[in-house]
């Protein structure tokens, strides 16, 4: 397999995951408050958490992580 071939395949399901998923639960879409704790405070979980809280007023975003204290820095 040629790399350019790798890197449209994995672009593709990418692409597919992001549309096919919904992470909004059944209950907040009814209006109901939930809690919703995502755990790890990595590049994903801070994305996750971010978008969920703004997706969702009706939520409580809760972000874990093993570690005190995090950095993240774009690259």
Same mark, same amino acid.
């Given at each position: 397999?040629?790399?350019?071939?790798?890197?449209?395949?994995?672009?593709?399901?990418?692409?597919?995951?992001?549309?096919?998923?919904?992470?909004?639960?059944?209950?907040?879409?009814?209006?109901?408050?939930?809690?919703?704790?995502?755990?790890?405070?990595?590049?994903?979980? @801070?994305?996750?958490?971010?978008? @969920?809280?703004?997706? @969702?007023?009706?939520?409580?975003?809760?972000?874990?992580?093993?570690?005190?204290?995090?950095?993240?820095?774009?690259?």
């Amino acid at each position: 397999m040629r790399r350019r071939h790798f890197l449209g395949s994995a672009a593709a399901l990418a692409a597919m995951g992001a549309t096919a998923l919904n992470p909004v639960p059944a209950a907040a879409q009814n209006g109901k408050r939930v809690r919703i704790v995502v755990a790890g405070a990595g590049a994903a979980g @801070l994305n996750m958490a971010s978008r @969920l809280s703004r997706a @969702l007023d009706n939520a409580q975003v809760i972000l874990v992580d093993a570690k005190k204290s995090t950095s993240f820095s774009q690259g």
